[in-house]
C-alpha cells in the first residue's frame, strides 16, 4: 500500500499562490492516477484535480479550472498542487489520494482512490 504525505498549506491572502505536495512511499508512483480533494468545515470532501500515471491527462473541478494545476513528477514519487488566485472559499483541508484506476480522464470519484494523505490546511482570508 502506498503511503502518502501533503505538505505546502498554510494561511495566504486572497489573490496569492500555494503550492502544496504530496510525496508518496512504499510504492511507486507511476502505479497510480493521483488526484487531489479538500474539505471545508461543514461540507463533504469535493474532487479538486487528478491526473493520469503519466500526467498526460488531467482533470478539474469546474470551481478551480484556470486557476489550479496539477503536476507529477513520478521520478521524485511527487504530486504538485499549484493554487493560483486564491480565493476565500477555496479554505479547506486538502487530501492528496491515489486509485489503481488507470483510466483516461482521471476519476473524480472519491471512492475510487483508495490510498489517502493525512491532509494539509490551506486558509485564504480576503
Known amino acids: 500500500q502506498v503511503q502518502l504525505v501533503e505538505s505546502g498549506g498554510g494561511s495566504v491572502q486572497a489573490g496569492d499562490s500555494l503550492t502544496l505536495s504530496c510525496v508518496a512511499s512504499?510504492?511507486?508512483?507511476?502505479?497510480?492516477?493521483m488526484g487531489w480533494f479538500r474539505q471545508a468545515p461543514g461540507k463533504e470532501r469535493e474532487f479538486v484535480a487528478g491526473?493520469?500515471?503519466?500526467?498526460?491527462?488531467?482533470s478539474y473541478a469546474d470551481s478551480v479550472k484556470g486557476r489550479f494545476a496539477i503536476s507529477r513528477d513520478n521520478a521524485k514519487n511527487t504530486v504538485y498542487l499549484q493554487m493560483n488566485s486564491l480565493k476565500p472559499e477555496d479554505t479547506a483541508v486538502y487530501y492528496c489520494?491515489?486509485?489503481?484506476?488507470?483510466?483516461?480522464?482521471?476519476?473524480?470519484?472519491?471512492?475510487?482512490?483508495?490510498?489517502w494523505g493525512q491532509g494539509t490546511q490551506v486558509t485564504v482570508s480576503s
Open positions: 489520494a491515489a486509485a489503481t484506476n488507470l483510466r483516461r480522464p482521471p476519476t473524480r470519484w472519491a471512492y475510487e482512490y483508495g490510498a
Open positions: 512504499g510504492r511507486t508512483l507511476s502505479s497510480y492516477t
Open positions: 491526473i493520469s500515471w503519466g500526467g498526460g491527462s488531467t
